[in-house]
């Protein structure tokens, strides 16, 4: 390496950069290692613009970090393209009330906070990866989910309106089943010339929600069919154990993510679910008490809470577990949010072992 060559890299500057992400543009601040604001600038949410924020960004010098806002919805293609170009991504939460209320908002600002996050270590998170097959799992699994809620609130004004329908309806429907009153109220033939007749009105609004819930049933069976081949293919540990079932499965894999080496420890990731342990004893508060942790993933969450209730009524060691934590003056939240910290710590163990290998 000529001397030339050695001069020219101690003298390049190393830079940090902070984005502030939205919608259509995005607004990038670059700073030197020390801190002090070089650039501004606003680029469009397009592969171009982020070709070109990543060269603008290059331009003052040796990129250390950038930081990025939002890398799960507003920031995923730009995180996606540079982590593509090998730069190191920290994932940044957006500015909390108090620091804007003391330095108000504007798009230059958040990108800075975003920079300064990443220069002072306050943001270390990196960024999920998005190029495997968890975001496969992830984008089938959005809509499905969607789509059973919709199905339940068909469901329910299907209820609703055959309670308020006129007594000929009332009485054919009131008798059945969920499904079948779906099955008979699909095959009414409302007189379409008579609609200002409530009886020819609900025969029409309910053959009308049938139809929808027959539809949905068909796009959550579709969308549980592939789901299940891709957790076979990508987390068969997990499916192994025991209550885990093909929808919770689907949720750890994509709270952990494709890169779930990002996590440093079992703790993380009981953290990330929001089962980790939460320190209140203050004052004349007992020291050593904890509470329950109602941050982190309300998703994840919810799926070991569905595992550990099913493990209460069929597994004797965690109902034995149960037992002899409640003996102990435990209470039923505190136990059971034992037990999933246990289950969260096998969970963890189960998707590096899937993930790691796929």
Known sequence: MTTTTIEQQVSTPVVVAGVDTHQRTHHAVVLTQTGARLADKEFEVSRTGYAALLDWVASHGLIAKIGVESTGSYGAGLTIHLLAAGIEVIEVNRPDKTLRARHGKSDVIDAESAARSVLNGTATARPKARTGVVEAIRVIKVPRDRAVKDR?????????????????????????????????????????????DPTQATKQALRMLAHRITALDTEIMAADKTLRALTRQTVPTLLEMRQVGVQTAAQFVITAGQNIDRMHSEAAFARLCGVSPIPASSGHTSAGRVRLNRGGDRQANSALHLIIIGRLRSDPAT???????????????????????HLARKIYRGLKTDLLTT
């Open 319 to 341: 109902r034995e577990y149960f037992q002899r934590r409640k003996a102990e003056h435990k209470t039923t939240a505190e136990t059971i949010r034992c037990l999933k910290r």
């Open 152 to 196: 339940s609130a068909a469901m329910e004004q299907l209820r609703d309106l055959i309670t308020t329908a006129p007594t000929t309806i009332h009485d054919d429907l009131i008798g059945l089943t969920t499904r079948q009153r779906i099955a008979r109220v699909a095959g009414y033939r409302p007189d379409q010339a008579r609609l200002d």
